[in-house]
């Protein structure tokens, strides 16, 4: 039973206004880390479904071309922010939200900072080999081989900082991040 139909088109009214409010600040802040706009609203509209959802569903909801629905979905299905469900009798797929932001953060942000420190990481350690080989072929120019230090150093500082950023992510994958910050408890505020 939908939950809705129930309630006063007035209360509706109301209870989609402030829903909207929502909706809206989760998708702005989105945003802020990369995802459209218009994905973040799909997970807004998600987010407040009492029951798992269909790709036609959400794109009446929103809207939206089913292309740009099943995209959406797909993003969303990628950074572990909704799950697929298999429903009873149903033949399409279904989707819903993992309702764990503590969650949903680590997965987005272990994603996007393993991506970034191995693509940096791999980098740094190219570019120290080459330095090496400019180190064997440039061995009696001190000018250069000064610079070559220099630049040294800073890769190293910056492979010291991917280090600590792997060490980061892996106490938010393992949830040892919240002995330190322990996590909120729902007291309805």
Known sequence: MNELEALTDEQRKLLDQSRRRVIES???????????????????????????????????TMGMSKTSMSTGM?????????????????????????????????????????KAVEQNRLVLTRALKENAKLREQYAEDAAFIAVLDNDEQKMNEALSYYRWLERLIDSFETGEIYQYIPKESNSGE
């Open 26 to 60: 989760i998708g702005k802040n989105m945003d802020l880390y990369g995802i459209t706009l218009s994905i973040g609203h799909l997970y807004g509209n998600m987010y407040f479904n009492q029951e798992p959802v269909t790709l036609d569903e959400m794109s009446a």
């Open 74 to 114: 797909r993003t969303l299905l990628d950074l572990k922010m909704i799950n697929k469900v298999w429903g009873k009798g149903s033949r399409k797929d279904l989707y819903e939200v993992v309702p764990d932001w503590h969650q949903n953060f680590t997965d987005f942000f272990s994603v996007k900072w393993r």
